[in-house]
């Protein structure tokens, strides 16, 4: 019954995102830019993001929060994911609940972060709009997972344990037929 469920929001979840995804115009460019600086060109897809620099790899967006116990509980496993599949996956982490830039650069140091983090005040235009295309109502911690070809493949409200985690990278690494 609980995997039924849970098939059944990741249905809703994904046919919410392709759906509001055709409300979005294709060419959508936007900027993020992480606590080193880093600046990434986003444009939107009909099916997900294209994301430079980081073409070819898996992507999680995970939008948390500095005060959040599950974000929390969740970041040694990102950590621990990416160190083991560093070729192959990239993490992006917004922190949304309100840390500046070197407050989350901060953050991202105490917590041994070794993948790329953004603070909300760099990231404002795409989180609006993950918001609309996802219909994100705000609930933290929040996966967004693309495949190698940057296409929406997994929405996840709610902390995911790393097993499930890596199933996702495994699944999504494979390269999908056009």
């Known amino acids: 019954m609980k995997k039924l469920f849970s098939s059944a929001i990741l249905v809703l ?8 995804s ?20 986003i444009k939107s897809t009909p099916l997900g993001l294209e994301i430079d620099k980081l073409k070819g790899k898996v992507i999680f967006l995970e939008f948390f ?12 496993h990102l950590i621990h994911l990416q160190e083991k599949h560093k070729d192959k996956l990239a993490i992006i982490a917004i922190e949304v ?3 500046n830039n070197a407050e989350t650069k901060e953050f991202a140091k105490k917590k041994g972060i070794n993948y ?36 929406v493949q997994h929405v996840q409200a709610g902390m995911l344990p790393e097993s499930a985690l890596e199933e996702l990278i495994q699944k999504l690494s494979k390269p999908s037929k056009k």
Not at 26 to 38: A, L, R, S, Y
Not at 118 to 145: D, M, Y
């Open 13 to 20: 979840s994904l046919l919410n995102f392709s759906t509001a």
């Open 22 to 41: 055709s409300e979005v115009k294709p060419h959508v460019t936007m900027n993020i830019t992480d606590t080193n600086g880093t600046s990434y060109e």
């Open 65 to 76: 929060g500095h005060s959040c116990p599950p974000c929390l509980m969740s970041i040694p």
């Open 97 to 99: 609940q309100g840390y």
């Open 116 to 151: 790329i983090t953004v603070s909300e005040e760099k990231s404002q235009q795409f989180i609006q709009h993950i918001s609309q295309r996802a219909q994100w109502q705000g609930s933290i911690p929040f996966l967004v997972a693309m495949d190698t070809n940057g296409n």
